[in-house]
């Protein structure tokens, strides 16, 4: 059974799209998701620094357009789609949920909106690595941050306030170590609440489809049978938890053999190393590695759900 995932913020690196941008058709099709996300995509994925893309605004809508190119060039339909954080976006566009214009116009909204949020604040994220989950939580709230994103086993995010993460950067929990993210605000906690409301009515006026194949949600973990459904939970992560350890312990459940990380991979088949560890994994960076990547696909895709497999 085939997985395809799509990562979230943080994962992009400067110049990662020149690879793709090399062929005229995704040159076009770049130059439409920067229409409809208002980003000058093709500029910020060859020559703006890093500095420049770490900006939520840019970072955000670079990086769902790299999950759509690059799974449009390999033209592989999953089993199954998940996305990380802003990587729900990509999954909605690659599940059908969403087309692909609408995917880049919500994440346009969403990135500036957030940008807007982690402005109002000094804040900032910080993966703890390693150490006791119950340790690893109750120092979290004890420097007063949060929990932003249940990763896998032996990373969680936290988020908040830049001295409450401070706190946890000096003083990590016992047996862990903590790592700053290259991000621009705590996301996933009640700092992003001033881009709720906005983010919902640019919602109410998308069309959703019906996903064909299993969508996890980063709520629970849990598949999504209606596109609307979704869709509403996209807008409710902003200010929740991504739960990615959920969404791998149903990739498990679900039969997943094979992950493919559409670009900019290689975040999510490493956190899969972690928590999936019975899955073989594949991270799509380049054109020069289709070809591999079809292969990959061919041989984990169509087979059955333990759902599936348990009616026979």
Request: net charge negative; hydrophobic share 45%; charged share 25%.
């Amino acid at each position: 059974m085939l997985a395809i995932v799509c990562p979230g913020q943080g994962s992009q690196v400067p110049g990662f799209l020149n690879p793709w941008l090399e062929d005229e058709s995704v040159r076009e099709q770049v130059e439409k998701l920067s229409e409809a996300s208002k980003t000058d995509l093709a500029e910020h994925g060859t020559v703006s620094d890093e500095a420049t893309i770490k900006d939520t605004a840019i970072a955000q809508p670079l990086i769902v357009a790299a999950g759509i190119v690059s799974a449009g060039a390999l033209g592989v339909e999953a089993d199954l789609y998940a996305g990380h954080s802003v990587g729900e976006i990509t999954a909605a566009a690659l599940s059908g949920v969403l087309s692909d214009d609408d995917a880049a116009a919500l994440v346009g909204e969403r990135g500036r909106l957030m940008a807007s949020a982690a402005a109002e604040e000094d804040t900032t994220m910080a993966a703890i690595l390693g150490g006791k989950e119950d340790e690893v939580l109750a120092a979290i709230e004890s420097a007063g941050a949060f929990v932003a994103n249940v990763n896998a086993p032996g990373q969680i995010v936290a988020a908040g306030s830049r001295s409450a993460v401070a706190q946890l950067l000096e003083n990590p929990p016992a047996r862990a170590r903590a790592v700053e993210l290259k991000v621009a605000g705590a996301f996933h906690t009640r700092y992003m609440g001033s881009a709720v409301e906005h983010l919902t009515r640019v919602a109410e006026g998308l069309v959703t489809q019906d996903p064909e194949k299993v969508l996890l949600t980063n709520k629970d973990g849990s598949a999504v049978e209606h596109g609307k459904v979704y869709l509403d939970l996209i807008v409710d992560q902003v200010v929740n938890p991504v739960r990615w350890d959920l969404c791998m312990a149903e990739m498990e459940r679900q039969g997943v053999t094979g992950v493919l990380e559409v670009a900019p991979a290689g975040t999510l088949a490493g956190l899969a190393k972690r928590g999936l560890k019975s899955a073989e994994r594949f991270t799509l960076n380049s054109p020069d590695e289709l070809d591999a990547a079809r292969e990959f696909a061919a041989a984990h895709a169509g087979g059955r759900t333990q759902e599936e497999g348990s009616d026979a």
